[in-house]
């Protein structure tokens, strides 16, 4: 498991300009996001986001305080809150596991998955990654009262950056949003701060500025889908 750190920006002919000068482009991908909640948002409510992309799983968890984040000060700390942590799980098990806590916290109790499907998923053992993907989509499906609330696919170039670890996407999803995304992965339980500050020299390399947080593609996919939801998210802090 690791943590996602990552700052969004609006990316300006400047800063492509800079960006594809030192930058080097590892390509680009096309992909679509299946975004998938209960019908009373319970995951979200909670900061937690399940995904299907290219077919597989993919679970993101607001990430509490890390080691080497803790007592920021001044301009480390405004370059923070620019910035998002995120738990990621790709393991199939794993997000099963994490959904039932999630969804038993909130008082969802609707799992009606089969004693073998949910047999298959705590021992997984001996299961092939296309049988253990069938498994979990009909135990999420059935048993777990979850529901595709979000579709859209994303256009993204991929740039490597002269910062060991540091990744740049630039995506433009279907919807008619642009945003850039300066990324670095760090182990769990890593140095969370030594990743911040990576992503606060590359954003001022880049000419990135303001102190304003740039809304990523779910924010504004949410704002013109879901505005009550969206709302309602703003209001917990949790967009």
């Given amino acids: 498991m690791s943590v996602e750190v990552e ?6 002919a400047n800063s492509l ?3 594809e ?3 080097v482009c590892a390509g680009q991908d096309q992909f679509q996001d299946r975004y998938f909640d209960t019908p009373q948002f319970d995951l979200t409510l909670r900061d937690v986001w399940l995904r299907q992309r290219k077919g597989h799983w993919e679970l993101k968890c607001a990430a509490a305080t890390l080691r080497g984040a803790q007592e920021t000060r ?3 700390a405004e370059a923070a809150r620019l910035c998002t942590r995120y738990k990621e799980m790709t393991n199939v098990a794993d ?3 994490k959904l039932r806590e999630v969804l038993k916290d909130a008082g969802e109790n609707k799992f009606a998955m089969s004693e073998c499907c949910h047999q298959k998923l705590t021992d997984p053992r001996g299961l092939g990654n296309a049988e253990m993907k069938c498994v979990l989509e009909e135990g999420w499906a059935t048993g777990m ?3 595709c609330f979000a579709e859209f696919t ?4 991929t740039f490597t950056w002269e910062e060991d670890g540091v990744h740049i996407d630039l995506d433009e999803a279907d919807f008619g949003y642009r945003v850039g995304e300066i990324e670095v992965l760090v182990p769990e339980g890593g140095d969370v701060q030594a990743a911040l500050d990576k992503i606060e020299r590359t954003a001022k390399k880049l000419g ?3 102190d304003q947080v740039v809304d990523g593609k779910m924010s504004v996919y949410l704002q013109r889908n879901y505005p009550a939801h969206y709302a309602r998210l703003l209001s917990q802090h949790i967009l």
Avoid at 7 to 12: G, Q, S
């Fill in 7 to 12: 700052r969004k920006f609006v990316c300006n």
């Fill in 21 to 23: 000068e030192i930058g």
């Fill in 17 to 19: 300009k800079t960006l």
């Fill in 145 to 147: 009262n979850l529901v």
């Fill in 95 to 97: 997000i099963h596991r």
């Fill in 208 to 210: 990135v500025t303001g």
């Fill in 74 to 76: 001044g301009e480390r």
């Fill in 154 to 157: 994303t256009v993204r170039r």
